[in-house]
């Protein structure tokens, strides 16, 4: 999945459906049971993947189950075996790419204790991961035009801006804490980014020769005005342009 509160659910890159649960359910099973269910989790995801292409390429009323068991080459019987109809299918194909945006960005921020390095990787992997965010974007476009809203849905889309407000606010005072930032509001600035990292990817939906990678070293370059950093030798990103709309 990208940021800027509640009703602004456009990216989101996947939610932690019950995974402790599950992980804990597991470790008190035998192994054969383990590798079954490790193979019915991979034929779900397979199964989001497609349908989660499908309703990027068309609208969520238009795509049925039987065109994405069509995709995936297999009977709409599997399907139902793993979702109840293509409500909880599509629900849970939201929650899971949150999740899984989630967990790429808790690894960002466990790896890195320069807040300057943090910031920069951050910037780097919403290009290099573009393309399943520009996805996103476009479903959940739809999704927020929809009547039918999920919680959820809604949660998940919550956790994920909850979570990259803290990463990216906590990194901005640590800089301040060790002279490397100059005082700024952290959570305003955090929010700046967020939104600002929104609209790059809904610009890249709209704007067929928009440039993904020019507009985040354009943005990198006003956080570091923003925090009153000087970079002695700024890496800025690659203007690749593979990565444009």
Do not use: C
């Not at 035998?30 to 995801?45: D, H, T």
């Not at 407000?165 to 060790?178: F, K, N, V, Y």
């Amino acid at each position: 999945m990208r940021g800027s509160g509640e009703g602004e659910a456009i990216i989101a890159a996947s939610a932690r459906v019950h995974r402790m649960s599950a992980v804990t359910s597991l470790e008190s099973k035998p192994e054969g049971a383990r590798g079954r269910r490790k193979e019915r989790s991979q034929r779900a995801e397979e199964l989001m993947a497609v349908a989660l292409e499908l309703f990027s390429q068309r609208d969520y009323a238009s795509v049925t189950i039987k065109d994405i068991a069509s995709a995936r080459g297999v009977n709409t019987a599997l399907i139902y075996y793993y979702f109840e109809n293509k409500e909880d299918l599509f629900r849970s194909a939201i929650e899971y790419a949150v999740s899984q945006a989630l967990e790429n960005y808790r690894r960002l921020g466990e790896k890195h204790d320069d807040p300057v390095d943090l910031m920069r990787d951050w910037l780097r992997n919403n290009v290099e991961l573009s393309e399943p965010i520009r996805q996103l974007v476009k479903i959940m476009i739809d999704w927020a035009s929809s009547p039918a809203r999920a919680v959820s849905i809604d949660a998940a889309v919550r956790q994920f801006y909850a979570e990259e407000a803290r990463i990216l606010s906590s990194s901005i005072r640590r800089g301040i804490a060790l002279d490397m930032f100059q005082e700024v509001d952290a959570e305003a600035t955090a929010a700046f980014v967020s939104v600002h990292l929104d609209g790059i990817m809904v610009a890249s939906v709209i704007r067929a020769d928009f440039d993904i990678s020019a507009a985040m070293a354009e943005l990198e370059d006003q956080l570091w005005q923003m925090l009153g950093y000087q970079p002695d030798n700024p890496e800025r990103m690659p203007q690749d342009a593979s990565a444009a709309g």
